[in-house]
């Protein structure tokens, strides 16, 4: 039978894994009453036993009493500033800034969310929390130690092995959304003031003298940086990061490593519409260098990194009223809930509505008909619902029930498998023609000016419309016997029609509405086969292995190819004169040496800048690449390759030296 002193270990590291697996993983596998339960059990032993209790023990994070004031703490290396950007334009000028200062050579960006709290480091010495302090000046901060150690992801000790002796990593303290949702209706019930926001809310309690008061509002913390590391060998941030979660310390969800600063900006545009999803708040994107030893050549000026920068995007907040939640369907068929508001004026503009996006997102936040919400504006984003004052609730409110059945067309509805949308299946339903059709004909898909929502409901609904091939159908007496539409405009939009018919694979492909596939995987997909004929022929596997498609776009599209519905709508497409061919990219030879083969060039080159050789590769019918994968033909590695190498060398990729690129080239461009 165990000792105490080994049951009470035990539970301690058992107890350490769950606070890894909720903060660091976000993947509980116990309810939080397991969760409890283990704890009690700790205590009681510890209780039982006082001479085996530990400082670092799960059971000491919050002290008994409060401190009598805060002392200054010196961090072991400076918390410098960040500078800003707030545009996509500033932060290409950015990157090409730091291109210049690190000439040829291949610079990897991490995209993380700046997290709107309060910047924290804590020391660990030998795996264990020694001190907490907030970034102060900079130089010199406040020691709050004793409210570091409640807060939520904050392991006393670091999991594992591997950590170094002495290691100061910095990150956030930052609150819920949620969490305040509660705290405030705690507070209305019992009389007291309600507090405005996460982020002050955040600031001012980490630095309260009581830790149990910081304990009880639940305040958390992420990692997102290293400040000073004795003894650790780390070539990249990402692979920081990943130790780091390793050790138990969480890190900010989301963050991605990316090629190269324009890719890194596609990713924060990305990110910037996904804000919604997030309970808690964030102010901007932080884009950093990944590998250290750039960082390292890169320096500082007096006051911020240079391999850093923040893009920032402006955040406006109004509180209204929840007068009405809606349903709509869209073209894919997800059934979406929108709040409809009392309108609020929010950075110059009216707000009257705001998307509740999905299923799990209006659980989540519990909007109901009546609500009291704050709504937030960040950049050029539509507005959405922070988060519901429940203080503010009236007593008769009630949950919104979710429809079980599609509004326009009766389907019963179904929810995608371990996804978050609710979804009409069927293929006819009007609200999804009308929505596929209007898409069919916007400026990014066909292009058929004067084609709009008004005139895509009256076609849909006097059945002049079914599929998309239909609008290859029309004639101007079928548009004329439509609402405000005379000869002279009926005329106009067949003209318009016909001309779509030029507009090629590409824009087809993005037109047709192929879940998952957008503008950009539609111009891969078409330039990649050149023709429908090949893409329809093309296999699952085939399609997957299309450089930035991968399995789950690849499998979309051939199931989309697949279906006989599909099947009958591109014959009559092309019967009807369509144009389902893509030209080789301008400046390319269908016949050059490159023709058909992905090509990814890494590395410092001597012969070639980076944009010569990619211009190169395609001039003579190639593909340049930004990541390696199995469809990758090869690697060109210039000197200190990276991690592309490594891949290209796991993958079996061919790798090629710069002098053995330019000896494939005809004898006129070498």
Partial sequence: MPTPAEQIEQLRDEIREH???????????????????????????????????????????????????????????????IDNTFSREDLLEYGARIAKLLPGEEIEWVVELKIDG??????????????????????????????????????LRLHGSGWPA??????????????????????????????????????????????????DRKIRFFCHGLGFAEGFACETYSDYLQKAAEWGLPTPPWTKMLPNMPAGADYCEELIGRLHE????????????????????????????????????????????????????????????????????????????????????IARKDVRVGD????EKAGKIIPHIVRTELHLRPQDSQPFIYPTHCPECGTELVKDEEGVYVRCPSFNCPAQVEERLLYFASRSAMDIEGLGEKLAHQLVTAKLVTTCADVYRLTTEQLQSLERMGQKSADKLIAAIEGSKS?????????????????????ILAEHFGSLDRLRAA????????????????????????????????????????????????????????????????????????????ALIEQHGGRAASSISKSTSFLVAGEKAGTKLEKAQKLGVPVLTELEFSALLPPETQ
């Fill in 372 to 375: 009291t919400v704050v709504v």
């Fill in 166 to 215: 002495l290691v100061e990593v910095r990150g956030e303290a930052y609150m819920l959304n949620s969490d305040l949702v509660t705290l405030n209706a705690q507070r209305q019930a019992a009389g007291e003031a309600t507090y405005a926001n996460t982020r002050n809310l955040t600031s001012g309690t980490i630095k309260l003298l009581d830790p149990r008061a910081c304990a």
């Fill in 503 to 523: 507009r090629g694979l590409a824009r087809l492909l993005n037109a047709l509405s192929i879940r998952h596939v957008g503008a950009r995987v539609a111009t």
């Fill in 19 to 81: 606070d890894r697996r909720y903060y660091a993983l976000a993947a509980p596998t116990i309810t939080d009453r397991e969760y409890d339960l283990l704890l009690n059990q700790l205590k009681q032993l510890e209780s039982a036993h006082p001479e085996l209790i530990t400082p670092d023990s799960p059971t000491q994070r919050v002290g008994e009493r409060p401190i009598e004031s805060l002392t200054n703490y010196r961090h072991l290396a400076p918390m410098m500033s």
């Fill in 278 to 361: 997030l309970d808690f708040e964030v102010d901007g994107l932080v884009l950093k260098v990944n590998r250290f030893e750039q960082r390292q050549r890169l320096g500082a000026t007096s006051k911020s990194p240079r391999w850093l920068i923040a893009y920032k995007f402006e955040k406006y907040e109004a509180v209204t009223t929840v007068r009405e939640i809606i349903v709509s369907v869209g073209k894919s068929g997800a059934v979406t809930p929108t709040a409809e508001l009392v309108p609020v004026e929010i950075a110059g503009t009216t707000v009257s509505r705001a998307s509740l996006h999905n299923i799990e997102e």
């Fill in 118 to 155: 309060a910047a924290l480091s804590l020391t660990y010495e030998n795996g264990r929390l020694v001190r907490g302090a907030t970034r102060g000046d900079g130089a010199v901060g406040d020691d709050i130690t004793h409210n570091a150690r409640t807060l939520g992801g904050v392991p």
């Fill in 539 to 614: 296999t699952e596997d085939e399609l997957s292995q299309v450089n930035e498609v991968g399995p789950v776009i690849a499998a979309s599209v051939a199931q989309f190819l697949a279906a006989p519905e599909n099947q009958n709508l591109l014959d009559e497409l092309v019967a009807l004169g369509l144009d389902v061919t893509q030209p080789q990219p301008a400046g390319a030879r269908a016949d050059g040496v490159f023709s058909g083969k992905s090509v990814v060039v890494t590395g410092t080159l001597e012969k070639f800048t980076r944009e010569q050789i990619e």
